[in-house]
């Protein structure tokens, strides 16, 4: 809890540390109301030895201290809140220390807690530091040995990292396991867990022939869950030896899910811990969402052993080294997997609905921070999304072989080693030779760049102006420009794409170029074309910008015919979406009535029907920009107007085309579906049930409750949630029914309660405001808080209400989970951090819930968040 003002931590103050640790071997006597843990570990010093020994300790308490076999007395050492400080050490020493801790009542869900009973660890990024004393920091890499005791019966299964290298029977029913890790780490690598757990078994045998055994560890009643878990881990280690040559280096890899977590999963040596939303499905319980995520997330843990564990970060300003780099592996995998464009435009829907808007805020900060208050609070979109986009980059600019020849060489200068973003960009340019000087600038400069596209064509030459600016952000009034790679093509009248001769190029002519946009302003001059092309720009999204371009509706409308680049075409019909709802926010403002968009509608109504495209893709064409995305675009936010505009574009969206919906939902609840295309056939229809809901409520009703009783979570939620929307009795016992049959289950009570919080229509707050109360619901675990309260808080139109309830009902709540969990109550004070987008009214009551909270005792992660915002 906050006291005095809380100290920053600066890149430009790191230091070396004065010793290094290279074995460390811990004992945990784990019990139900206290544990002990005692640490014996070989230091050396890396300069003279004068200087004291520091190290990282909260909430411990110490029971005994010594150095070469000789305690230290009170005299010879200092404790306070934060560490301890050794006043006089040898050159090199064998110190052993011991304490005591209380996993059984740590609610932070950081160091050692309880999970239904059963122990597990959360050490990244500062949480070693909670379990003994510790340099805990990632440059600090030893080699770590594991003995875990505890009672047979209560805790059968005792697991760390590495391998069991003995196991045996202890007095009193107690049992003990020892675990070897042959390799050096960083303490936040760490991992323990035990309890009841079974486990399903599988291996693979790698590249060079050697086998793995691979374990999945869950609660006895989640034994059918495991499965496309498993699945998703084979094919990773597949994936990666195929792509990148990676191999895995353990005999045993380890999955243990959770209930209770702070994030996604944690990517510990050999024993990953994850929330056991990313581990459990079966089609009864979870979506087609949660299948495509649980191979994300596997997949994005697993590669994390080499970008992140082989190869490790220096410090925690440096964690999109590890973090962009496996985002941007995690989505290659999954492209590989999968449809890649239908997953390049959802990445690309997450930068733009959530990492925009952080970009441009009080907590905007470049991927490498330069400063923090609470390392907790830089596990953002931007380290991971922006940073996977840099990563993307670079990929672009030096192609996938020069890219794979930096990776190489990456992994043969930094293996074992922990090392800084500047290392990686050496790596990419030396094994390259393409100058990345300036592409440096990605890691140091905050804020979205924009990029005004201006062109003109006569007599056969196109000129294509790019200018590009960088807003300020919070300490950076003044950015210089960025390297930005421009993946450009031109079309003719038919779609096809016409040679490119780039004036001024000695590269060979093609039909697709990645432009090297450089300066402020740049103009690139295309000869030689027999009719005037239409440009089709940024394909694929080639860099995290915001671009402003001339193209019209008609190029729009005809690129979304046309383009061959997929997420064009997708990109084409949410510019006309966002630019037709922008001008109809502005008609109700001056009580205008809202047209028809017919072009749009057209548009849609092709794609619907397009049988070449993938039906997701056609799917996520007709899911119109977010209520978020739109409020982005606008200089003075107006919720209600965002929201009655979006609906009143479904509503015609519907009224337009409902023949066609109601034909491709019908013919699409025929088809037998595939493997391969099942997820993508359900996309679509239920796409299509949706809108049907806005057209014909009892054909929508009769559907939805038809697939209400299937057994696949995928259908049954669109079903359910259609019959919410509907308002009715058939909505009403559609809840009751759904809590009746999954109470058992909580990650389905968390869609439940999530459905409820996000409802547009109704007295969603009230509601929510119940459901707190329910017996399902619990404050302690962070995915209810998320369900529930998160999902609240990103309803606009009720976060938002004009009277402020919404503002004070989020401002108690993040009191309240400071108090129990400071991690999960500052991630839910980032709701108040778009407050200056809004109006004087709105702005007032966000600012006075800020200074309400501001003034009580915040932990250091919520005093930095919402100190940031008011600043
Ligand atoms: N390294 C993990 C994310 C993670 C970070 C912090 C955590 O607890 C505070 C837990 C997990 C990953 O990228 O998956
Ligand atoms: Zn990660």
Known sequence: MQGAQPEVKYLKDYKQPDYLISDVALTFKLDETETLVSAKMNLNATGDASQPLRLDGEKLELLSLSINGQLLNQDQYAVDDEGLTIHSVPAEF???????????????????????????????????????????????????????????????????????????????????????????????????????????????????????????????????????????????????????????????????????????????????????????????????????????????????????????????????????????????????????????????????????????????????????????????????????????????????????????????????????????????????????????????????????????????????????????????????????????????????RMPLNLQGSDKPVTDELVLDVLEAEQTFVFSGLAEKPVPSLLRGFSAPVIMDSDLTDQDQLFLAANDDDEFNRWEAIQQLAINWMLDGVAKLAKGESLQRPQGLVEALAKTLVDESLNPALRALALGLPAESVLAEKMDVVDPDAIHQVRSWLRQDIATAMTEQFKATYLKLAEIEPTADNASSVRRLKNCCLGYLTKIDSQLATEKAQVQFAEPNMTNVMAGMSVLVDL??????????????????????????????????????????????????????????????????????????????????????????????????????????LRWKKFDSDRQKLMKAEMERMVAAKLSKNTYEIISKSLA
């Open 727 to 832: 308002n009715g009795a058939a909505g009403e016992q559609a809840l009751v029914d759904f809590y009746a049959k999954w109470q058992a289950d909580p990650l389905v009570t968390d869609k439940w309660f999530m459905l409820q919080a996000s409802a547009g229509e109704g007295d969603t707050l009230a509601k929510v405001k119940g459901l707190l109360e329910h017996k399902g619901f619990d404050i302690r675990n962070p995915n209810k808080v998320r369900s529930l309260i998160g999902v609240f808080a990103r309803n606009q139109v009720h976060f938002h209400r004009a009277d402020g309830e919404g503002y004070r009902f989020i401002a108690d709540r993040i009191l309240e989970l400071d108090a129990i969990n400071p991690q999960i109550a500052a991630r839910l004070a980032g709701s108040f």
């Open 94 to 496: 064998v110190l052993e220390s011991q304490v005591r801790i209380h996993p059984e009542t740590n609610t932070e869900l950081e160091g050692l807690y309880q999970s239904s009973g059963n122990f597990c660890t959360q050490c990244e990024a500062e949480g070693f530091r909670k379990i003994t004393y510790y340099q805990d920091r990632p440059d600090v890499m030893a080699k770590f040995i594991t003995r875990v005791e505890g009672d047979k019966s209560r805790y059968p299964v005792l697991l760390s990292n590495g391998n069991l290298i003995e196991q045996g029977e202890l007095d009193g029913g107690r049992h003990f396991a020892t675990w070897q890790d042959p390799f050096v780490k960083p303490a936040y690598l760490f991992a323990l867990v035990a309890g009841q757990l079974e486990f399903i078994q599988d291996s693979y045998t790698t590249i060079s022939g050697r086998e793995v055994d691979l374990r999945i560890y869950v609660e006895s009643q989640n034994i059918d869950k495991c499965d496309h878990a498993m699945e998703s881990l084979k094919k990773s280690m597949k994936w990666d030896e195929d792509t990148f040559g990676l191999e895995y280096d353990l005999d045993i890899y380890m999955i243990v899910a959770v209930n209770d977590f702070n994030m996604g999963a944690m990517e510990n040596k050999g024993l990953n811990v994850f929330n056991s939303k990313f581990v459990l499905a079966k089609p009864e319980t979870a979506t087609d969402t949660d299948y495509e995520g649980i191979e994300g997330v596997i997949g994005h843990e697993y590669f994390h052993n080499w970008t992140g564990n082989r190869v490790t970060c220096r410090d925690w300003f440096q964690l999109s080294l590890k973090e962009g780099l496996t985002v941007f592996r995690d989505q290659e995998f999954s492209s590989d997997m999968n449809a890649r464009s239908v997953k390049r435009i959802e990445d690309v829907a997450v930068v733009r609905a959530h990492q925009f808007p952080e970009d441009d805020g009080p907590m905007s900060h470049p991927i490498r921070p330069a400063s923090y208050i609470e390392m907790n609070n830089f596990y953002t979109v931007t380290v991971y999304q922006k940073g996977g986009e840099v990563i993307r980059m670079y990929q672009t600019l030096l192609g996938k072989d020069g890219f794979r020849k930096g990776m190489d060489l990456y992994f043969k200068r930094h293996d074992g080693q922990a090392v800084t973003c500047d290392d990686f960009l050496s790596a990419m340019q030396d094994a390259t030779g393409v100058d990345l000087s300036r592409f440096s600038r990605w890691y140091a400069q905050a804020g979205t760049p924009r990029l005004t596209v201006r062109s003109e064509f006569a007599n056969g030459t196109f000129s294509l102006k790019v200018s590009q600016a960088t807003p300020a952000t919070p300490g950076q009034e003044e950015k210089l420009p960025f390297h930005i790679p421009l993946r450009f093509a031109l079309l003719d009248g038919q779609g096809n």
